[in-house]
């Protein structure tokens, strides 16, 4: 894995609201763009350092700790 600028994960959302979480990401670590995505879809296996995936389950919740992908 390369290495990315900034705060590279959050596992102190887990549990949270997965918008809020996108939203904490974003200030945080202002070279990514967080993506909320609902747990089970499809994504792409590339790496990219201006990327965070904040997965979700059916509540909105997030379910794993979002880490630059």
């Given at each position: 894995?390369?290495?990315?600028?900034?705060?590279y994960s959050?596992?102190?959302?887990?549990?949270?609201?997965?918008?809020?979480?996108?939203?904490?990401?974003?200030?945080?670590?202002?070279?990514?763009?967080?993506?909320v995505i609902?747990?089970?879809?499809?994504?792409?296996?590339?790496?990219?350092?201006?990327?965070?995936?904040?997965?979700?389950?059916?509540?909105?919740?997030?379910?794993?700790?979002?880490?630059?992908?």
């Amino acid at each position: 894995m390369s290495h990315c600028p900034g705060k590279y994960s959050w596992p102190e959302l887990v549990g949270k609201n997965g918008e809020d979480a996108a939203v904490k990401i974003e200030q945080e670590n202002p070279h990514v763009h967080a993506i909320v995505i609902l747990d089970g879809t499809p994504v792409t296996k590339d790496f990219r350092c201006d990327r965070v995936r904040v997965w979700v389950d059916c509540h909105g919740t997030v379910i794993r700790t979002p880490i630059i992908t």
